[in-house]
């Protein structure tokens, strides 16, 4: 378990509903619903956080949700009783996770690994609890190849990656470099905020 970054997630905790459910949340909510639809089978989302993607959520799924934050969770539950379908929630880091190989038929992610430590390792955690040709669905910010962009994004993160976000991953390559087959990847705003879809290889 990394106890630093559970420490700033529980920090950022009380205030995260605050701070994304009137922002972000809202402005990429029909994006999110069309990715979400998505889902089929057992599902694994990673990142719950106090459960605003829930809202987006296609009812009737079982879903296995899980977070690095006590915290998050615990204000996530309101969230999680009321889905109409069946949510599955544990503490976990995205690195350790117990789940045996093949575990799951789909994996979703939103605004995730712009925050994991180590994202080409949680990737290929995530790889491995995929089922050989399960789908990996993403949405993402990201770095910017564009100028003045990156640059802007590169001094951004000196800050942000302190309290929250790192600003300037390059996602669609962590996702190659762990081993998953790229299908789709689609730009919602500019080459920062995206959707990914991969496999795992058979």
Request: proline share 6%; with cysteine.
């Amino acid at each position: 378990m990394d106890i630093q970054t559970q420490r700033k997630w529980n920090r950022a905790a009380k205030n995260f509903d605050l701070m994304a459910s009137k922002g972000a949340e809202w402005r990429w909510a029909p994006q999110k619903r069309a990715l979400f639809s998505r889902m089929e089978g057992g599902i694994l989302f990673l990142a719950l956080g106090t459960g605003l993607d829930i809202a987006a959520f296609p009812p009737g799924k079982t879903i296995t949700a899980i977070d690095i934050s006590p915290r998050m969770l615990a204000l996530a539950q309101a969230r999680v009783e009321a889905y109409p379908g069946t949510i599955t929630t544990h503490m976990m880091d995205v690195h350790d996770m117990p789940f045996a190989e093949a575990s799951f038929d789909q994996v979703f992610t939103s605004c995730t690994f712009c925050s994991v430590p180590d994202p080409v390792a949680g990737l290929r955690a995530l790889r491995r609890v995929l089922k050989p040709g399960g789908e990996l669905f993403m949405f993402e910010h990201t770095g910017s190849h564009w100028f003045p962009f990156n640059v802007m994004m590169h001094l951004m993160t000196f800050m942000s990656k302190k309290i929250g976000p790192a600003m300037n991953r390059d996602t669609v390559a962590n996702v190659r470099a762990a081993g998953f087959e790229i299908v789709e990847v689609e730009n919602i705003f500019l080459d920062v905020v995206k959707t990914i879809r991969a496999v795992r290889p058979c």
